[in-house]
């Protein structure tokens, strides 16, 4: 387990990639999990403000993201019971017109088969995003349709939207989202957190 977090963090894969960007940074890896996990965070990749910090959903996305799981900030950053593994371990930048840049493949094709096998513990995934969402479940629909079908995976699975400012408009023409998936999501949450 600690060469698999080591070999994660001097991952330079990306390096060329990443200095392309508008943002033209280095790989900066941001790994969140033990062995002992019970529950499963997979996002979509850091942001800026998490590549500055180094530390998972340390922005206003987390923010929310906190609030929908029901847990404060202890719970959510306790590594023994949570794991937080993103499509990418880095922030894969903005493109030229300051757009997050999706998660390069590559990232997932290389670590997440072997970082899986090392949360054995595992009892609940959230799956933060469409690229998450395809990854653990393979689908090939959109995130509302997915997160509208939350129950076909629930209780071990719950799909959710991305918990970004950009999605506002997304929970608000979504009602049922706040209303029938947070509540079921957050006792499953409480469960597993006891």
Request: net charge positive; aromatic share 10%; proline share 10%.
């Amino acid at each position: 387990m600690p060469d698999l977090t080591d070999r994660i963090r001097a991952c330079r894969l990306c390096a060329p990639r990443f200095a392309a960007t508008a943002t033209a940074h280095a790989p900066r890896p941001v790994v969140w999990f033990r062995p002992t996990a019970r529950l499963l965070i997979a996002g979509q990749a850091p942001g800026k403000r998490v590549h500055e910090a180094g530390e998972p959903f340390r922005d206003p996305s987390g923010d929310r993201l906190r609030d929908w799981l029901g847990l404060s900030e202890d719970q959510f950053y306790d590594r023994d019971r949570v794991a937080i593994v993103p499509m990418a371990f880095c922030f894969p930048g903005y493109d030229a017109k300051g757009a997050d840049l999706p998660p390069p493949a590559v990232c997932a094709r290389t670590w997440h088969q072997d970082v899986m096998a090392v949360l054995p513990d595992v009892r609940l995934r959230v799956l933060v995003g469409g690229a998450a969402h395809r990854w653990h479940l393979g689908t090939r629909t959109g995130v509302t349709e997915t997160v509208r079908n939350w129950r076909g995976h629930a209780p071990g699975t719950f799909p959710l939207p991305h918990p970004s400012w950009r999605n506002t408009g997304w929970l608000k023409r979504n009602p049922w989202f706040g209303e029938e998936v947070l509540p079921a999501l957050r006792a499953e949450v409480a469960k597993v957190m006891e």
